[in-house]
């Protein structure tokens, strides 16, 4: 049985603006530690991969910077799109990789700028679901075990017990909930039977190609005729191609929401998925005016619960909480903080002014 | 007639941290324009006063820089302090250079780091100020007329008139008013006899001298020892010396409360004293939102009523209003508006730290 794991780094996150730019996305920053996102994510899988059955999709733009940031990849390792067409195409395009290597290759589809703190537990689960997937097909979607009615995550509600496997239990998946409102939020946690969607899945490659074929019949016409290139000298080109004619799609919305034989691992990992400033502030350490700051001194007058990225400067607080302020070479963000989501509009807004050097 | 203005350029204000340090106070900063505070008071003296009849008394530490930015002065019109002793002996050090020079000698007292808007109106009341006091000696001070019933400023009541002089009413002073609470500051506008005390003063050198011999005999006493020692070598050691052993004391406090003889000109010349972000704030030209922002380029999502000092950036506020935002290279201020007076503690907390870099 060998596992794949396949690192989804095309994003172009710009909620971290002012630290994220188009060329430094999220997952090539160190966001919550001294490693950037992805290196984290990298060594999370240090004795669960081999290195030669890692593959990270990825973009042209990004290419340079990723291999900066992993030094031990080679070539081999990445698998680069020609554009962003969300998870579906970028998880088939992978997977054909795989399947024609070892058609019972069994992947692990990873986001690469998600956090999770508790890696042997992240270890042992992923190894079950393999070892589930091997033996029994199915899709396999790894659930967290929600602690709060949090409004920014898709929800799974599991349904019958299918298995008890080294302490962890799989269950059948009832149906994927969107992003729900607090209300809702509220419901699923006291239901007991909701579980946020990590984005994190584990089956065989041949098994999803397969599920592409039935519910994306297009998208898996364009990836069996980039398969027919695989190693050729036009192989870029017929990726472009493919990519320019088919849709954008999620494998949630694609695939997983009308699929049968998914299944929900339960797992409580220290999962987050860091999708804003917010989340990040959540997750850092505190001092004790609960104010999270990275700069060189923070002097502090009747201020709390603000998040300071200021590495190379005194910060200076006076009469003020609740803030995100972001300080950058070139650019400076003051944001409240139940407002982290609304960054974007702030890159729309240098978008709309031409301001393409802070982009 | 001659008149001599005597700039009083020895301040170090920490209000406007992290701009103003100790070597870097408000004066010679262009908080509110792009003269600096000190270039504009000398450019507001232009045609009303000689150069030669020009004083500026600040400390060792701070003439390098105003010479830099006051490349026309010559070493005759600076006069050194070796500490800060508060207005009192300021006044006095700068009236004995005078008086020897000329014992007629008008003087004209001006704090270097205020705002005058209106310089023709400025230099008429100052000119008429000059007429009256040698005509009729006495010490007369400038009142601005109140706009609103501030309370970080000190204030003076008239009493009855004395004169009519171009334009402009001379009264006898009545009290001069402590900075007020606003409850009494409403009552002194709704009375229509209170004016706005602008730490300017116009009298004989001569007349303030002999003021301070009756008021402060320790410091006439050692103004007259400096005075015998005046153009001989050991003169700053003398200087040195008495400072070392008077008190400090502000003129308001030491001669004008409870001297005879003093006088107000109501005048609206468009003053401020600038004491704060917050006065900078109410000065500066503002955006459709009600912000001010000397930045690269402002971008805003439901932001407003903020200061934004961030020269090379682009600053990008996101739900937040009344902040005051000020970015140097070492050091950066994010404080509520209303609570400007209190970027002095941030200024303690750094000494109390030993971080005297940032001071």
Same mark, same amino acid.
């Given at each position: 049985m060998n596992i794949y794991a396949v690192l989804m780094a095309g994003g172009v996150g710009t909620r971290f603006w002012p630290r994220s730019r188009s060329r430094n996305p999220?997952? $090539?920053?160190?966001i919550v530690d001294h490693d950037t996102m992805i290196q984290a994510t990298y060594k999370r899988l240090n004795g669960l991969i081999d290195k030669q059955h890692l593959l990270i999709v990825t973009n042209y733009d990004q290419k340079e910077i990723i291999q900066d940031q992993l030094p031990d990849l080679e070539e081999d390792n990445f698998i680069l799109e020609p554009?962003?067409?969300?998870?579906a195409p970028c998880i088939g395009l992978a997977a054909i990789q795989i399947v024609v290597q070892d058609p019972d290759g069994i992947m692990v589809v990873l986001p690469a700028d998600h956090l999770v703190k508790n890696v042997s537990e992240f270890q042992q689960v992923v190894k079950l679901a393999a070892r589930f997937v091997a033996e029994n097909d199915g899709l396999v979607t790894l659930g967290i075990q929600p602690t709060e009615p949090a409004t920014g995550y898709g929800y799974i509600q599991r349904s019958d017990k299918v298995k008890d496997l080294d302490g962890h239990s799989i269950y059948r998946v009832k149906t994927f909930a969107e992003k729900p409102n607090y209300e809702t939020a509220v419901r699923f946690l006291e239901s007991g039977d909701f579980y946020w969607n990590s984005g994190m899945f584990i089956w065989k490659a041949s098994t999803i190609l397969q599920e592409i074929n039935e519910k994306l019949p297009e998208i898996y016409e364009g990836l069996m005729e980039i398969k027919d290139h695989l190693?050729?000298?036009?192989y870029f080109d017929k990726v472009a191609d493919v990519y320019r004619r088919i849709r954008s799609i999620s494998i949630d919305y694609g695939v997983m929401q009308s699929a049968e034989n998914v299944y929900v691992i339960p797992t409580?990992?220290?999962? =987050?998925? $860091?999708? =804003?400033w917010e989340t990040v502030y959540e997750i850092s350490p505190k001092d004790k005016n609960k104010n999270a700051a990275f700069c060189k001194e923070l002097v502090v007058v009747d201020s709390a619960k603000s998040y300071i990225y200021s590495p190379d400067k005194v910060v200076a607080l006076v009469g003020v909480e609740n803030l995100i302020i972001v300080d950058t070479g070139d650019a400076l963000l003051i944001c409240k903080r139940s407002r982290a989501q609304d960054v974007r509009e702030v890159v729309e807004q240098l978008k709309k002014k031409g301001l393409d050097e802070y982009l």
């Amino acid at each position: 049985m060998n596992i794949y794991a396949v690192l989804m780094a095309g994003g172009v996150g710009t909620r971290f603006w002012p630290r994220s730019r188009s060329r430094n996305p999220k997952q $090539v920053l160190n966001i919550v530690d001294h490693d950037t996102m992805i290196q984290a994510t990298y060594k999370r899988l240090n004795g669960l991969i081999d290195k030669q059955h890692l593959l990270i999709v990825t973009n042209y733009d990004q290419k340079e910077i990723i291999q900066d940031q992993l030094p031990d990849l080679e070539e081999d390792n990445f698998i680069l799109e020609p554009m962003g067409r969300n998870t579906a195409p970028c998880i088939g395009l992978a997977a054909i990789q795989i399947v024609v290597q070892d058609p019972d290759g069994i992947m692990v589809v990873l986001p690469a700028d998600h956090l999770v703190k508790n890696v042997s537990e992240f270890q042992q689960v992923v190894k079950l679901a393999a070892r589930f997937v091997a033996e029994n097909d199915g899709l396999v979607t790894l659930g967290i075990q929600p602690t709060e009615p949090a409004t920014g995550y898709g929800y799974i509600q599991r349904s019958d017990k299918v298995k008890d496997l080294d302490g962890h239990s799989i269950y059948r998946v009832k149906t994927f909930a969107e992003k729900p409102n607090y209300e809702t939020a509220v419901r699923f946690l006291e239901s007991g039977d909701f579980y946020w969607n990590s984005g994190m899945f584990i089956w065989k490659a041949s098994t999803i190609l397969q599920e592409i074929n039935e519910k994306l019949p297009e998208i898996y016409e364009g990836l069996m005729e980039i398969k027919d290139h695989l190693g050729k000298p036009d192989y870029f080109d017929k990726v472009a191609d493919v990519y320019r004619r088919i849709r954008s799609i999620s494998i949630d919305y694609g695939v997983m929401q009308s699929a049968e034989n998914v299944y929900v691992i339960p797992t409580d990992m220290g999962w =987050s998925d $860091v999708g =804003s400033w917010e989340t990040v502030y959540e997750i850092s350490p505190k001092d004790k005016n609960k104010n999270a700051a990275f700069c060189k001194e923070l002097v502090v007058v009747d201020s709390a619960k603000s998040y300071i990225y200021s590495p190379d400067k005194v910060v200076a607080l006076v009469g003020v909480e609740n803030l995100i302020i972001v300080d950058t070479g070139d650019a400076l963000l003051i944001c409240k903080r139940s407002r982290a989501q609304d960054v974007r509009e702030v890159v729309e807004q240098l978008k709309k002014k031409g301001l393409d050097e802070y982009l």
